[in-house]
């Protein structure tokens, strides 16, 4: 298995833990902190955290208050630079509404998510997704790779 | 000079091109594509941008649109692993206003800019900043290190 197949395979694992709702696979596909390196994750329109507790915190959280959530991944595109390797994506994210709505609320969040070669194999280091909320001309634009 | 205070002075660099509104500092700072490494760029709301042709373009874009900013770097945290370093940090934004309006505006986002070492020295490979949209109480979780 090239290392692309293998950081893009633990690409769909994050989405799959937070679909699942799965807070010990999450925990299994982070990175631990170092004196060095130390965890980041934003989610979209939060602040930055860092470290590994504030950001467990933050996903049991967040699963605790999703009771449906679904993400299609689009423009998956993976660089490898020695021990760290980037995936940017678009989460195309499909969600339940409000307790009382029938309907689901679709919304499109950019990511990029940072892996890095640990002991224990590679893990995710750094997670930052932010909302796209400008329209589609500026998707075409981003596309165009020169 | 350690690599970490060559990185954050890189990063204070970045910045002060764009306060400048000084496209050939720009092109300076970011690193070029090759095979296995493209630069991206996800400014506050937008889709991913890859490629230094579509980021340099977008950047003459905001230069040329922007009379007046100023950036104000807070929580800046730096973390290097073999040939790549990461530096978070928030952005404090001061805007001019609309032409017309006298105040200025204030915004704060939330970045990671990922550098890499390349023939021609440290480069910006990838810059993603995300608008924080949500309250402080969320920042004094950030800040906790764990």
Redesign the interface.
Known sequence: MSVVTEIESLNQEFYAAIEGADLDRMEEIWAD?TG???A?C?H???????????IM??YALIMANTPYIQFVLT?V?T??????A?V?C?ENILTAGDEGETGFVAGKV?A?N?F?LTPRGWKL??H???????GEE??E??????
């Open positions: 902190d060095d390196r130390v980041m934003v979209p329109g939060w602040s930055m955290l860092t470290g590994r507790r504030a915190r933050s423009d595109w660089c490898v630079v020695g021990d760290v980037v940017s678009a950019v990029t940072t890095v280091w750094i930052h997704g932010s909302p796209v909320l400008q500026d998707d634009d981003g596309q165009e790779v020169v």
